[in-house]
């Protein structure tokens, strides 16, 4: 079965540094991998995904993610942090074989201080 | 387009009653989940519906169950009420479901409180 693993819960940065946010995967074919962010109080908003092809996924906001397949990792990034990216990240990954859900890591909650 | 709707936002219920969450997906999706997110176990899959039909579940007890209508709105719902069940309530849908790389569109959430 697939999963997903965030190993920082907590993330603090100063505005305008760069960010990054963690994510490990493990699955049984080839992964499809998702973050999302969680502002308080509300749903998750979807921010960007990796299926095939550039390792460098450019997304939402200016976050941007690497998938490294020898690392069985998809971290995160913004070159410059700003104080509203202060919220909750989750990686996902689904399977590509087969019929199976979407996992979610822990999430990690990311700080950025002015 | 109209995104995720949930309703209700917000619930109190006691120990032992039952509670149906409702869901409306985003117009010509197809798929709807459902996930349960606490602050001890984070995001949970309960399961996902797909053209009526349920096609994954989370590692949840029976007292949890679902359903999805023709018109691909979706229900969930819990029996016999345990405080462990106070949760924030997550749909999300998407155009395909299973092996399919669409991204999840989520809904506000209902937040469950069990007394």
């Known amino acids: 079965a697939q999963s997903v693993a965030q190993p920082e819960d907590q993330v603090n940065v100063a505005e305008g540094n760069p960010l990054t946010v963690k994510c490990t995967y493990s699955?049984?074919?080839?992964?499809?991998l998702f973050w999302y962010v969680q502002y308080p109080n509300r749903g998750l908003q979807f921010l960007l995904k990796y299926i095939t092809g550039d390792n460098l996924v450019k997304g939402s906001y200016g976050f941007e993610a690497e998938f490294n397949k020898s690392q069985t990792s998809f971290h995160l990034k913004k070159p410059s942090a700003l104080v509203s990216d202060s919220a909750l990240y989750f990686c996902a990954v689904r399977d590509n074989r087969g019929n199976n859900d979407m996992r979610f890591g822990a999430g990690t909650r990311l700080t950025v201080k002015p | 387009k109209a995104g995720v709707t949930q309703t209700p936002r917000y619930l109190i219920k006691t120990r032992g009653q039952q509670v149906t969450l409702s869901c409306s997906p985003i117009s010509g999706h197809r798929s709807v989940s459902w996930y349960q997110q606490t602050p001890g176990q984070g995001l949970q899959f309960l399961f996902e519906y797909f053209s009526e039909t349920q096609r994954n579940k989370g590692n949840f007890p029976g007292r949890f169950s679902g359903r999805q209508f023709s018109n691909s709105r979706s229900e969930m719902n819990v029996s016999t009420l345990e405080l462990g069940d106070s949760a924030l309530y997550l749909c999300?849908?998407?155009?395909?479901?299973?092996?399919?790389?669409?991204?999840?569109?989520f809904g506000p959430g209902t937040r469950l409180t069990v007394l």
């Open positions: 699955v049984s074919g080839n992964p499809y």
């Open positions: 999300a849908s998407s155009l395909g479901a299973g092996f399919s790389y669409n991204e999840q569109f």
